[in-house]
């Protein structure tokens, strides 16, 4: 099998994870490295445009033929379907929650007013405003590793990534802070991995030994939720889905909220319903924020295609 990813650190870490499984079914895996525009450009992620400038690439090589299937951040991955390509597994998904790296170990609520915070993320930039801590965002892109070394050379007091992605490239050392979800909801689909290939491919039976029910099922209702919002990359939307136990038999439990960018505002709800419905979960909730007045949080530039956010 040939698997298509991008070549950064934490991409390799997660297809090496892929690999690796399917080489213990006993097959093997070739690793194709495909540069995406998100890789090549320098510009701030919400000046990129609204399509998946982290995915475009593969699934171009995907639909010619290039490689048989790939491995996504399913949160990169556009909430509307690809002609010609089915997610054939989602693997168990990684902690979904944000983690913090400050300076001297310190956590949120220690570092003081003015600290300047490190993020691309409009979503986590709109919440760590709204918490009135008095602290200062900074915009930052490049890899964890570029990241990181802002906090350790001093031109940062801390940053925010995804707890997910530093657990996969060995860095839990350094989190000191593992943001709590009340505080900074995760991004839709944070944590998961998609795997995808041609719909027509043989690989799709192959693929599904590795997908995890539980997984796909709350993703799922997080995206529905992101797509019913109709909110594109600029926007503040936070969202995560657990699977409970409920009275009547595994239910989807969704958290939602949407910000205005400065935080100056925001709303946040949840909502329960069965399994078999995770997507009317996503799609219900969404019409409730939109009810509050999401739309006008997130404003006319920030509606559009899910582009992915970052790392």
């Known amino acids: 099998m040939r698997l298509g990813t991008r070549a950064s650190a934490l991409a390799l870490a997660q297809s090496g994870l892929v690999a690796d499984a399917l080489r213990a079914l006993g097959h093997e895996v070739e690793i194709v490295h495909i540069t995406t525009h998100g890789d090549t450009s320098t510009a ?3 000046s990129l445009g609204t399509t998946g400038v982290f995915v475009t690439a593969l699934r171009d090589a995907l639909l010619s033929g290039e490689v048989d299937l790939a491995v996504h951040s399913y949160k990169d991955l556009p909430t509307a379907p690809a002609d010609g390509l089915v997610i054939a597994a989602v693997p168990p998904r990684a902690d979904a929650r944000d983690a913090l790296i400050a300076r001297d170990g310190l956590t949120l609520g220690e570092l003081p007013a003015g600290a300047r915070i490190g993020t691309g993320s409009p979503r986590r930039t709109a919440q760590l405003l709204a918490l009135g801590m ?3 965002i900074v915009p930052v892109r490049g890899n964890v590793d570029t990241r990181i070394a802002r906090v350790t050379s001093g031109a940062l ?4 990534l995804a707890r997910a992605g530093l657990v996969r490239l060995g860095r839990t050392g350094e989190i000191t802070e593992t943001l709590d979800p009340l505080q900074v909801l995760p991004a839709p689909a944070q944590g998961a991995l998609a795997i995808e290939c041609r719909a027509d491919s043989d690989l799709v039976a192959v693929l599904k030994a590795l997908d995890d029910p539980d997984s ?3 993703v799922e209702a997080e995206r ?3 797509a019913a919002l109709e909110a594109g990359c600029s926007a503040p939307v936070g969202a ?3 699977i409970v136990d409920d009275d009547d038999g595994p239910a989807v439990f969704l958290r939602g909220l949407v910000a205005a960018l400065d935080g100056s505002d925001l709303v946040r709800l949840s909502a329960t319903g069965p399994t078999h419905d995770a997507t009317g979960v996503g799609r219900r909730l969404a019409a409730e924020l939109l009810d509050l007045g999401a ?3 997130m ?3 920030s509606r559009g295609p899910m582009m992915g956010e970052t790392p």
């Not at 007091?157 to 925010?160: C, H, L, N, S």
């Open 44 to 46: 701030a992620i919400t």
């Open 134 to 136: 008095g602290h200062e």
């Open 157 to 160: 007091d801390a940053v925010v």
């Open 216 to 218: 796909r099922l709350a």
């Open 224 to 226: 529905s939720l992101l």
């Open 240 to 242: 995560m889905a657990e």
């Open 295 to 297: 739309a006008e949080l």
């Open 299 to 301: 404003g006319p530039d």
